[in-house]
């Protein structure tokens, strides 16, 4: 529901742009109500660590729209490379966006990661000619992605060139907009700058 996915963005406190379209309009909850949901919410509350850890492990896994499972499975294999990899912050972001479902909201193609969950799982894309129906697949380098020629016909895609002819795709996917075709150039590129969430933290929470 609209109402329940707005209230854990108003809960983190952090737009997350689970609904799509409606995050970048006037009636996203964030622009409307930008506190916390309940009767004393527009208080400021003081979090305890956990409580701070807690938050930033929800911000997080809401981002990429995934259940606790999923999630904590990735940063558990993220703190095993603790050592073994120069940053295993970077690490696990690198991992949660190569799966097919972020790469698919990335290129323009979904407004949301549930909404590219759904198109993955109906078989709407090709990886290197072959169908993929798995959200959770890992993309590598010099994966091509496209539409298949049957589903390109859909509503859903038939527009799709011209909204994307100002849209901008990460520097790590090479994207040709009018044939709706896309190559994997390199490995994800973190800008840690713009995360919703500190990792660090995160990483603290599933240490304890």
Known sequence: MIK????????????????????????????????PPGLKAKRPKSLSEYGKELKEKQKLKNWYNLSEQQFS??????LKKRGKVEDAGTFLIKELESRLD????????????????????????????????????????KDKISIKPSSAKLKSFSDLSAKLKKYEVPSWLSVNKEKLETEVIEEPVVDKENLPAEVSVIFEYYSR
């Open 102 to 141: 972020n790469v698919i909201v990335r290129l323009g193609w979904a407004t949301s990661h549930s909404q590219a969950r759904e198109m993955i799982s109906h078989g709407h894309f090709l990886i290197n000619n072959r169908v993929v129906d798995i959200p959770s697949y890992k993309v590598k380098k």
């Open 73 to 78: 499975a990735y940063v558990k294999k993220a």
């Open 4 to 35: 329940n996915k707005c209230k854990i963005c108003r809960r983190t406190g952090t737009k997350l742009f689970l609904k799509g379209e409606r995050c970048f309009s006037p009636k996203c909850a964030m622009v409307r109500k930008a506190y």
